[in-house]
């Protein structure tokens, strides 16, 4: 399996991200990702969104996100797979991928 080079985390910087995410669909694109957990094919992560786009198009949204430092490609024969660089985001920008998740419907509002 091959990577796709993706850039270092240190050099990443925040309007980059904060772009790259104000996307509604690259926002519901990292939110599927992050809910799916691990390794996953570029074209199977909005399957339960109802988001529907092009190929050429998810491949522009998911280079856009690889650029920003958000997502990892793997290359496995034909299949992109992607995966969130959870950790490295972290390290970077503590607490933002955590910000981006849909609030929990069993949890209560704050007052």
Known sequence: MT???????????IDVV???LADPVRLTFVRALDAAGDWTCGSDVLRDTGVTIGKSTLSHHIKVLRDAG???TRVDGI??????RYDD????????LTMLRP????T???A
């Open 3 to 13: 990577e796709v080079i993706e850039p270092a985390i240190e050099t990443v910087t």
């Open 18 to 20: 904060l772009s790259a």
């Open 79 to 84: 299949r992109r797979l992607v995966t969130l």
């Open 108 to 110: 209560p509002a704050e």
């Open 103 to 106: 609030p929990d419907p069993e």
């Open 89 to 96: 985001v972290e390290q970077r920008f503590p607490g933002l």
């Open 70 to 72: 958000l997502i990892r």
